[in-house]
Every structure is written in structure tokens, then in C-alpha cells.
T-cell receptor
């Protein structure tokens, strides 16, 4: 089936540092979604990207839809302790838009 | 408040004892889906439903059943649970066609001994 490779698997950073993570797919996507999961809760949508080359921000978060349509990037600037959690990329699964496939997640730890 | 509600939050059961995890959404969403989350494997889709009485298999449907008799409810049924179904389960919904952003419930942690 459709596969998303998300990296890095985990990150340990100091408060105030910038963070970058990325996701690549085995096929061309027309949508990229980025979710964050806080400990003990369900994922929450951060940013949705619908067009190749698109760059979208949500506060200190910026995500980009790669020009090849096979990758996407998420950056967090000036990290704070509440950025801790697991970040997932997601895109259309095989068979169409009704199936969403997720990357395995990037676990972020922020040391105060 | 718009939300997806799952029950129970925690469940410990034994192999073979049928169980149902309920999921309800109050946003009049057409699309609903179940995922399981396992360490190192991320979120994998079990079943999804495009609308009432319409359900389809996701990537890991074996050992699970679902039903969509009403728009707001999408229960997950394990007829004969096994230890490899020990996992964290999430229900999610979205407004409709296409990759609309999903609203997730807070999860059900299931342990099968």
C-alpha cells in the first residue's frame, strides 16, 4: 500500500531551538496534512496543503508542499515546552481521497 | 462543543470475549473512520464510512467489524478479540468528500489478555 516515510523518528531539543521534519511518499500526492498529537489525546490538524509549492504558516509552524509533490516539510520556530508531542504527516491512501494514510510520526521532546 | 466521543477510554478484556467500542460525533459529518495506533507503526486505518450504510475496509480490517446505521454513530466491534489487537484506537470524522481534515476522538486504550 501507500507508504509515507517520516523523519526523524524522534528529536530532543532545547527550548528556543528551531525544528525541521519531513515526509516523503512513494507516489505523487495532491494533498498533505500535518497533525500533532499531545500526550493522551487524539491528533489535531495543524496545517493542510493542497498545491505543489504551497507554503503555509500557522503561528510558529510553517509547512511546505514539495515541488515534486512527493514530499512535505514542517518547521517549528523558537520551540517551547508545549510543542512536545508526536507530529504526523498524512496524505491520500491508495484508492482515492477517502483513505488517509499517516506517517509513523516524529516524537518531539523540548527541554526547558 | 463540536466533538468526537469514544467510549470507553480504557478497556481490559480477555481473548475471545466480544466487545464494542462506541464512537459518536455531533458535527453532522458524513465521513467516519477508525484507526489503531501502535508504537513504531503510526496510525493505521481499520475501516471507514463515507455515509450511512456505506462502510469499507481500510488497511488493517482483519478481526474487526463496523456498522453505520446512523450518521452520528460508528461503533467498532471485535467479535473475538486477540492479544494482537491490544492497541490504542481512535475514531475520527470529517465533513465529507475528499481529504477534509479529520476530527479525532481522545482514544480508547484496549488491552486483550
Amino acid at each position: 500500500g501507500q507508504q509515507l516515510n517520516q523523519s526523524p523518528q524522534s528529536m530532543f531539543i532545547q527550548e528556543g531551538e528551531d525544528v525541521s521534519m519531513n515526509c516523503t511518499s512513494s507516489s505523487i500526492f495532491n494533498t498533505w496534512l500535518w497533525y500533532k498529537q499531545d500526550p493522551g489525546e487524539g491528533p489535531v490538524l495543524l496545517i493542510a496543503l493542497y498545491k505543489a509549492g504551497e507554503l503555509t504558516s500557522n503561528g510558529r509552524l510553517t509547512a511546505q508542499f514539495g515541488i515534486t509533490r512527493k514530499d512535505s516539510f514542517l518547521n517549528i520556530s523558537a520551540s517551547i515546552p508545549s510543542d512536545v508531542g508526536i507530529y504526523f504527516c498524512a496524505g491520500p491512501g491508495q484508492g482515492g481521497s477517502e483513505k488517509l494514510v499517516f506517517g509513523k510520526g516524529t516524537k518531539l521532546t523540548v527541554n526547558p | 462543543e463540536a466533538q468526537v466521543t469514544q467510549n470507553p477510554r480504557y478497556l481490559i478484556t480477555v481473548t475471545g470475549k466480544k466487545l464494542t467500542v462506541t464512537c459518536s460525533q455531533n458535527m453532522n459529518h458524513e465521513y467516519m473512520s477508525w484507526y489503531r495506533q501502535d508504537p513504531g507503526l503510526g496510525l493505521r486505518q481499520i475501516y471507514y464510512s463515507m455515509n450511512v450504510e456505506v462502510t469499507d475496509k481500510g488497511d488493517v480490517p482483519e478481526g474487526y467489524k463496523v456498522s453505520r446505521k446512523e450518521k452520528r454513530n460508528f461503533p467498532l466491534i471485535l467479535e473475538s478479540p486477540s492479544p494482537n489487537q491490544t492497541s490504542l484506537y481512535f475514531c475520527a470524522s470529517s465533513p465529507g468528500q475528499g481529504l477534509m481534515p479529520l476530527h479525532f476522538g481522545n482514544g480508547t486504550r484496549l488491552t486483550v489478555t
